[in-house]
């Protein structure tokens, strides 16, 4: 069953042509991986998931309802959560109380007017968060501030705000951009362990093919703002297209 | 977190005790009369509520006066058409101010940031506008909102007291005005009616900073859009900070109306805003203790200074030789009496300027040098 | 018609007022990024700087006139002010000019006083939040409304406009309306032609000097202009004085139509920032426009047609919150206001 469908997607800014046409269907369940060249719009592409931009033409459905025109908050609501590539998290709250926003968020839906209820009284979102950040090896920093975190772990604490929601479709733009080696395959265990056991359906925006071709069950190729192949990582790498997308604008 | 259940009690507790003892404490100063231990309570309850808003949520209102002065209008309201019992006055008070902050801050709230600001000023300017000329009627415009003795008092028994009561309790009635340490203090029935809403008001404070929805407020002042990417509507979070707030200030209101049954327009002008914006920085907006502190400190200074004449003055400079007494009274004077707005100014700017932490912010980096560890939670 | 007519020229002072202050104001927002709580302050120091020269320009000898009996029966005093003492005619005439030439004096004290406050105090707010400028500005406002307030007291002061310019002008006739239908005093038709001139300089300044450049790309995008290496600092300095003056000679040029008074700029400012919301944050048009129209409705409010027609729809004294009324219905429809842009001051 196709969980995501985008078609026939246009976007321009001023004279460039952002996205061209752009079609791409992600099945229920797969870590679908998004890739291209510097520029290619992929970036473009998962802001109109998520309601920051608004496509000049075309449609993007989720499990059959459209997002187009809905509110970043509703986004959310209806299951689809992203993370950013530069963290953007509470820095003023510490590291616990920036996962259980997300928690309470999904829980209680988009208000919940409860100003007397005690945060104590929150133990099963406590525990949930906890689970996930020991999940992403952050449970030993649960009372710091997040603004005194080092930068790989801002990144860490924000895919655990992603994850914490248990959502049908998680975006995830660059979620390895800039980690050590160690760290990346840390975070491609994380990420296989948690699709596999939650069955979240992943959209993943990836420059490091070592990630892309550890986690993705399928790969899009995106170049001047069109996807140029759709396929399972086994038939990409040697395909001519790509390789041209890739070295043409290398040159 | 794990040991704030402790601390918070113990908070309260510390709370209530300072408050019961006020009288006593403030004896010594010069403070123990009841119209100023009352201000105190009424101003500690406006700054709690505006530090909800702004505190919590950083954003700044500059018409929250408004609030407190519909709150006072609502009771006047009251005892000239029910009777002198202080208790339908306050519900009306904080039913009133609640309707209004709803209609205000749902308007206000479709901006953020400086354009919120700017729209709260806007308001509070044209509802003094209102309430000094356009509602005449309501408010009785520049004499302000008083009793008359040919007012309808419905409810008004024939045998009780012709002031603001509890049940026959007078709330102006000194009960006890022992000697301490030399000095003079007066057990007022109106501080400690004002003091039980108080307590209430700080522990209700309490509980929403630590509640859920409080956490909710802190992420909007940390990163309104990363909320709304979480899921979360921010907007009716933000309205429902801004009526609790609006709602405090009309309690605040309508104890001030209790205590002195006369409302008048003066009461939110959007100076008298800017005063508990000054109230909640000076003591250290997003504290717990702050606001209260800092109401307490301007109510007293204001009420200090505006005593100081020049005979005052030269009594305290007595000492030295009368080309420099009359030197030293000549620059102090500009300060006091007359000049307490220009203090306050002042104040004002060297709070901002030197200490954005406030007292309490003050205190806590000055107790973080002196044990020279690091504190994590603060009042 | 002519009624109609009356009420726009009637709306054109206050309006004028309105604009040259938000345009200060916006100047600032864009420039600066700072929101200038104090900026009606300037205006009203502006007023008094006319004041000022006012008094001094009346200090005078006195003299015993042994003749003459005052109504206690003691010899008169006769008070001769040094001016007409030492110039005679020459002296008299500076004394009724003494609002236009206190515009000469105000614009090196406002270029100062801009630069003072900048340097020492709005400097070092650029990087903080703007509930703390919003705060500072404000406390800086009180205090000096208060200095003022302490040396020339609580009571408006009149500072009244030459001579030569006092009555008023009879404008319907030259229209082909009947005679006395529009009459206009004439100060206030050079307070608008002064108004128009000011904001007239301040745009072809902006528009074709390099500094100007600098400057509206730096309202475009600050951090760019940062990075190209332009002393930006420097030119934040000149910005700020600028709009200062802007601010005090509005003042100064505004004391023959309402006597200043030190509250003057409170009550300005508050209007101000509501012409500056209508006319959309950070356009310079936009407050120049606003403030004329909310000037004229403001105006038009007053009309006994139209007070009493609202009176009949239960909203007495629309005049008094007009202006306030449109603001909120202005942001409520176009909450950018009239020609803002996306984006200016929204975080």
Redesign the interface.
């Known amino acids: 069953m196709q969980i995501l469908e985008v078609k026939g997607v246009n976007k321009r800014f001023g004279g460039l042509q952002a996205l061209n046409d752009v079609n791409l269907s992600v099945s229920e369940g797969a870590i679908h991986a998004i890739i291209g060249p510097n520029g290619a719009g992929k970036s473009t592409l998962l802001n109109c998931f998520i309601g920051r931009l608004n496509p000049d033409s075309g449609s993007v459905t989720f499990n059959g309802n459209s997002l187009l025109g809905m509110k970043p908050h509703e986004i959310n609501q209806v299951g689809v959560s992203r993370v950013f590539q530069t963290p953007e998290i509470f820095v003023d709250l510490t590291v616990l109380e920036n996962v259980m926003i997300p928690a309470l968020a999904h829980r209680d839906g988009a208000f919940k007017l409860n100003p007397f209820r005690r945060m104590r009284q929150e133990t099963d979102m406590r525990d949930k968060a906890i689970d996930v950040l020991e999940d992403i090896g952050l449970e030993d920093k649960l009372d710091m501030t997040a603004s005194s975190m080092s930068r790989g772990d801002k990144r860490r604490l924000e895919m655990a705000m992603g994850l914490v929601q248990d959502p049908k479709l998680l975006l995830l733009d660059e979620p390895t951009a800039g980690m050590s080696r160690a760290d990346t395959n840390n975070t491609i265990d994380v990420l296989k362990h948690i699709g596999d056991s939650r069955g979240i359906t992943m959209v993943i925006i990836e420059h490091d093919m070592h990630v892309v071709f550890s986690l993705a069950d399928k790969i899009s190729v995106l170049a001047q703002g069109t996807v140029i192949v759709e396929d399972v990582p086994g038939n990409i790498k040697g395909n001519p297209k790509v390789q041209e997308a890739y070295l043409g604008t290398a040159n | 977190m794990n040991n704030s259940k402790y601390s918070d009690a113990a908070l309260l507790l510390f709370f209530i005790i300072m408050v019961v003892a006020g009288p006593f404490i403030l004896a010594p100063f010069g403070g123990s009369y009841p119209d100023l231990l009352q201000k105190f309570a009424i101003f500690g309850i406006f700054a709690i509520g505006f530090n909800i808003l702004f505190g919590l949520t950083g954003y700044l209102s500059f018409g929250h006066a408004v609030f407190l002065g519909v709150g006072s209008y609502g009771a006047v309201w009251m005892f000239k058409l029910l009777s002198y019992n202080v208790l339908p006055a306050l519900v009306m008070a904080v039913v009133v101010a609640g309707f209004f902050s709803v209609v205000i801050g749902y308007i206000s709230l479709r901006r953020s940031g400086i354009y919120f600001s700017i729209l709260t000023l806007a308001f509070a300017q044209m509802m003094f506008n209102v309430a000094y000329s356009v509602a005449t009627p309501i408010t009785n415009g520049e004499t302000g909102l008083q009793i008359y003795n040919d007012d309808p008092q419905w409810l008004q028994g024939a045998d009780s007291p012709l002031t603001t009561n509890l049940f026959g309790l007078k709330m102006n009635e000194v009960f006890w005005r022992p000697e301490f340490f030399g000095f003079e203090a007066q057990f007022n029935v109106g501080y400690y009616f004002c003091a039980f809403f108080l307590v209430i008001a700080f522990y209700l404070a309490l509980r929403i900073t630590r509640s859920p929805f409080g956490m909710m407020l802190r992420a909007i002042k940390t990163n309104q859009n990363r909320l709304s990417f979480t899921g979360v509507s921010t907007r009716p979070y933000m309205l429902a900070a801004f009526v609790i707030s609006g709602m405090y200030a009309g309690l605040a209101g309508g104890l001030w109306a209790c205590m002195d049954p006369l409302a008048g327009a003066e009461r939110m002008q959007w100076t008298a805003s800017g005063e508990v914006v000054l109230m909640t920085i000076l003591g250290g907006a997003g504290t717990m203790l702050g606001p209260v502190l800092g109401a307490g400190f301007i109510k007293y200074f204001e009420a200090i200074f505006s005593k100081i004449n020049d005979q005052v003055l030269h009594s305290w400079f007595a000492f030295m030789p009368d080309g420099m007494e009359n030197f030293m009274v000549a620059i102090v004077h500009p300060f006091v009496g007359k000049g307490w707005h220009l203090t306050l100014g002042l104040l004002f700017m060297m709070i901002v300027i030197f200490l954005p932490g406030g007292l309490i912010g003050g205190l806590t980096s000055l107790g973080r040098v002196l044990t020279g560890r690091g504190r994590k939670s603060k009042g | 018609m002519d009624a109609v007519l009356l009420q726009v020229l009637n709306g054109l002072d206050k309006g004028s007022a309105y604009a040259l202050i938000a345009l200060g104001l916006t100047l600032i927002f864009g420039t600066l990024g700072v929101?200038n709580f104090a900026h009606g302050a300037l205006f009203m120091i502006g007023a008094f700087c006319a004041v000022t020269l006012n008094k001094i320009f009346e200090i005078s000898a006195i003299t015993i006139d042994p003749t003459k009996t005052d109504f206690l029966g003691k010899p008169l005093q006769v008070k001769t002010p040094y001016l007409e003492k030492w110039f005679g005619d020459f002296g008299l005439a500076v004394m009724d000019w003494s609002v236009p030439l206190a515009i000469i004096i105000s614009i090196p004290i406002m270029m100062l006083f801009g630069y003072i406050m900048e340097r020492g105090?709005i400097r070092?707010f650029y990087k903080?939040?703007?509930?703390?400028q919003?705060?500072?500005t404000?406390?800086?406002?009180?205090?000096l409304q208060?200095?003022i307030k302490?040396f020339y007291g609580a009571n408006p002061i009149q500072t009244p406009a030459p001579s030569a310019f006092v009555g008023t002008l009879d404008i319907g006739v030259y229209l082909g309306f009947a005679q006395n239908a529009i009459t206009y005093p004439y100060w206030r038709l050079v307070y608008f032609a002064f108004a128009c001139l000011v904001i007239f300089a301040v745009f072809a300044f902006l528009r074709f000097t390099t500094f100007g450049m600098v400057v509206r790309a730096g309202m475009a995008d600050r951090e760019t202009v940062g990075l190209l290496g332009i002393n930006i600092n420097k030119k934040f300095t000149i910005m700020f004085a600028l709009a200062a003056c802007v601010a005090g000679v509005a003042g100064v040029m505004y004391t023959p139509i309402n006597s200043p008074n030190y509250h003057m700029g409170?009550d300005f400012l508050?209007?101000s920032?509501?012409v500056?919301?209508v006319g959309g944050?950070g356009s310079l048009p936009g407050a120049v426009l606003a403030g004329f129209l909310l000037g004229i409705l403001e105006s038009f409010a007053s009309m006994n047609v139209v007070k009493q027609f609202f009176e009949t729809i239960f909203?007495?004294?629309i005049d008094?919150?007009v202006i306030?009324?449109v603001?909120?219905i202005v942001?409520?429809v176009r909450?950018r206001g009239l020609l803002g842009h996306k984006g200016v001051?929204?975080?």
């Open positions: 929101v105090l070092h903080r939040p703007h509930a703390d919003i705060l500072v404000f406390g800086l406002a009180i205090v208060e200095i302490a409170m508050v209007l920032f509501v500056v919301v944050m909203i007495p004294s008094q919150i306030y009324l603001a909120v942001l409520l909450p001051m929204e975080d």
